[in-house]
């Protein structure tokens, strides 16, 4: 009788653990639910944040300071802010004429913001240091990769290729402004207009940051 007894005493002894483990692991994980919920709220927030102080790039440098970069009077710029293709960027396309020798010329400026908030810790940089060692495809170059170079100028981190006639460069970790240029400028002037312009982009950008 008393081994009976015992071993009924041992088997539910045996239960209850087993019923504690249970109850444990569930509570280990919905703690882990809850801190990945936690997480995405986190980084769901920091999007819209970024998202939101995305602005046309055109809208942080003035025509008489594009005036003097360009060496053209305000009346020879023209900017239109072109319909956001996408949440997380933002463009503007620039042209501008030079009364001395009837030359156009335009450029197409972008700022852009981290899509993925919390899977980089530093996105802009990321997204430069691609630039510079795995560069852009273009095809139909047979999946050529253009890579860039650092230009000096710009005190941060900057991208250009010659081929492309692009520039990106770093403002904070969360953005990244870049420049594309039409054909007709020198060399020297699309690396000259594009550290300046990035210069009074960037600054004007952290103000608002």
Request: charged share 30%.
């Amino acid at each position: 009788m008393n081994r009976y007894f015992l071993f009924f005493i041992g088997l539910f002894l045996f239960v209850s653990c087993k019923s504690d483990v249970k109850v444990k692991d569930i509570k280990k994980d919905t703690s882990v639910e809850e801190v990945a919920k936690e997480s995405k709220t986190e980084k769901d927030n920091n999007l819209q944040e970024n998202v939101a102080l995305l602005v046309s790039p055109c809208s942080l440098i003035s025509k008489d300071e594009l005036g003097e970069i360009l060496g053209v009077s305000e009346s020879q710029i023209s900017i239109k802010v072109l319909p956001a293709s996408g949440t997380y960027s933002r463009s503007c396309f620039l042209k501008w004429e030079n009364v001395d020798n009837g030359s156009r010329r335009s450029m197409f400026l972008v700022l852009q913001t981290d899509p993925l908030p919390g899977e980089f810790e530093d996105w802009a940089h990321s997204f430069i240091d691609a630039k510079k060692n795995s560069g852009d495809i273009r095809y139909p170059d047979s999946g050529k990769p253009y890579r860039y170079k650092s230009i000096e100028g710009y005190d941060g981190e900057i991208a250009y290729n010659d081929d492309l006639k692009k520039v990106f460069w770093k403002i904070n970790k969360d953005y990244v402004g870049g420049i594309f240029f039409n054909a007709g400028l020198t060399v020297h002037n699309r690396k000259l207009y594009g550290v300046e312009i990035a210069k009074i982009i960037s600054k004007n950008l952290k103000k608002k940051l």
